[in-house]
């Protein structure tokens, strides 16, 4: 990548006036990808034959400005379905399988003139906070290889953070886009649920997934999230709601003026690493710079949130895991010699650790003797959740905080111990329970450990355009991230 071709916006540009070639940009990502792939390991495959035939193509053609996405390389989470490449949701139970459809946003960027380059990794079917679960590789943190980029969509920010490609799409169900983007110094943000459909998008637990757009600016993420947003009706989830047009709004405007961002107690006392804490608080000298003015919320029922969603998460997430049984499709061991036998070797053998955790406590969370204690109870503490959000937005019109209560840790740190893991996503939880959208903005570098940190906004359901205008005026306030420093050593 060069300084012409950093960002996909500028990119595109280029490549509409005729300034450069599509087949140069996919072959300047190409090169990048050779150069730090070795070490970063963000793909789970790429496809590099297929991104330069269909590179070509475009060229023989000519720009074609109805597409807003003409000739851009970008990635894909890899539990996002592609009829023209596996799809194994860095798995081994789904290691060869080949879907025979496109998920509904790849097809939306497959007409926008969008070219994936290959899928990304992930946790095992997502099920993870930093992309040491995967049956494939562990990736790594592009501003410390010894480092996790986050997860479970680390392949992804990971990719962005590298240079690899000029965007990227991965999923959010508690964090996903939000916590990586945060670790790897890059933009994220999850969309309101219902905002992009679902179809084709692996489930996790099917209450909170929302796919989005992970880029280096904030105009990346709303020329990604413009053409996967929309109604489907695939979808029943999915809402028909107009699109606004988000990337031309950006510049509407140019400071935060009569903005009301509100700061809940409960995310920003007591559980903050020091520098997180000295990186945010600079942040929001900024946007009070910027004109925004800054009041204090309480949202009593924040400090339940992680026990509401592990309960809900797995339980969501072993109902969907039981289609994977060894009778329909993926992977079936073949010693077994008995139906009973096939499913406890099949299952036990192809799911990791973790999925195979998520999916007992799941089930026992669902069971006859416990439904009411634990499932319904945690249904009933969603929707005091999802209140606090109602009522802070009658006194603020957007909500800061914290992405993560520290920086990216090291690989096999927390790996043994999940419940440490599962609280690191106190921050990002809540947003998913509520249905509502957020975006994560890189804020600087801790000042100890010299690692990116990031914080969220987060907006009522529907306000994608408010966060994505918020995001862009922050991001010409806070100073911009030097390039990730392993990669320059």
């Known amino acids: 990548m060069n300084d012409k071709t950093d960002t996909l916006c500028a990119t595109r540009d280029l490549i509409l006036s005729g300034q450069i070639k599509v087949t140069e940009v996919v072959q300047s990502c190409l090169e990048r990808i050779r150069k730090t792939e070795p ?43 592609t009829r023209d490449q596996r799809t194994t949701c860095g798995s081994k139970m789904l ?22 380059l290959g899928k990304t990794n992930l946790d095992e079917f997502a099920e993870g906070s930093s992309t040491e679960n995967s049956a494939h590789k562990k990736t790594r943190n592009p501003w410390d290889l010894n480092k996790v980029p986050g997860g479970s969509s680390g ?62 600016n904030t105009a990346d993420c709303a020329a990604i999230l413009q053409v996967i947003s929309g109604h489907d009706p695939l979808d029943s989830t999915s809402m028909d709601v107009p699109v606004p047009d988000y990337l031309s709004s ?10 009301r961002v509100g700061l809940p107690a409960q995310y920003w006392e007591g559980k903050l690493d ?35 969603y592990e309960i809900i998460a797995m339980a969501e997430s ?36 973790e999925v195979q955790r998520r999916i007992m406590i799941g089930s026992y969370v669902l069971s006859a003797g416990y439904y009411d204690a634990y499932f319904k109870k945690a249904a009933q503490v969603r929707r005091l959740i999802y209140q606090d959000f109602i009522q802070a937005f009658e006194y603020c019109d ?25 609280l690191l996503d ?25 690692m990116p940190v990031g914080i969220q906004l987060m907006g009522p359901a529907f306000s994608e355009e408010l966060l994505l205008q918020t995001a862009h005026v922050l991001e010409n306030y806070l100073p911009p991230l030097p390039s990730p420093r392993a990669l320059n050593e």
């Open 39 to 81: 070490v970063i390991q963000a793909f789970v495959n790429i496809q590099e034959v297929k991104a330069l035939d269909l590179a070509r193509k475009m060229d023989e053609q000519g720009p074609d400005k109805d597409k807003p996405l003409w000739g851009i390389p970008l990635t894909l989470k890899d539990n996002i379905c």
């Open 95 to 116: 290691e060869n399988f080949n879907p025979c459809y496109d998920a509904t946003l790849v097809r939306k960027l497959r007409e926008a003139g969008a070219i994936f």
């Open 155 to 216: 392949g992804s920010a990971a990719s962005i953070a590298a240079g690899q490609s000029l965007g990227s799409v991965g999923t959010d169900t508690g964090g996903s886009i939000r916590q990586p983007a945060s670790f790897c110094g890059v933009f994220g943000m999850k969309p309101t649920y219902g905002r992009v459909s679902r179809y084709g998008v692996v489930a996790l637990a099917s209450s909170m997934d929302q796919a989005g757009p992970i880029a280096a």
């Open 250 to 259: 950006l510049e509407r405007r140019t400071d935060l003026k009569g903005l």
């Open 274 to 308: 020091s520098e997180v804490e000295r990186v945010c608080s600079k942040a929001l000298e900024q946007i009070s710079l910027a004109g925004a003015e800054t009041v204090t919320l309480d949202m009593p029922h924040t400090p339940h949130a992680v026990a509401v």
């Open 318 to 353: 072993s109902s969907n895991m039981a289609r994977f049984d060894g009778v329909k499709y993926g992977y079936r061991d073949k010693e077994a010699r008995e139906l009973l036998d096939m499913y406890i070797k099949t299952r036990s053998r192809a799911f990791g650790e």
């Open 398 to 422: 957007l909500i800061c905080a914290p992405v993560s209560p520290f920086t990216a840790f090291r690989l096999g740190e927390m790996v043994d111990d999940p419940l440490q893991m599962y």
């Open 426 to 450: 106190i921050f990002t939880v809540s947003l998913n329970l509520a249905g509502m959208a957020g975006i994560t903005v890189p804020a600087g570098l801790g000042d100890r450990t010299d």
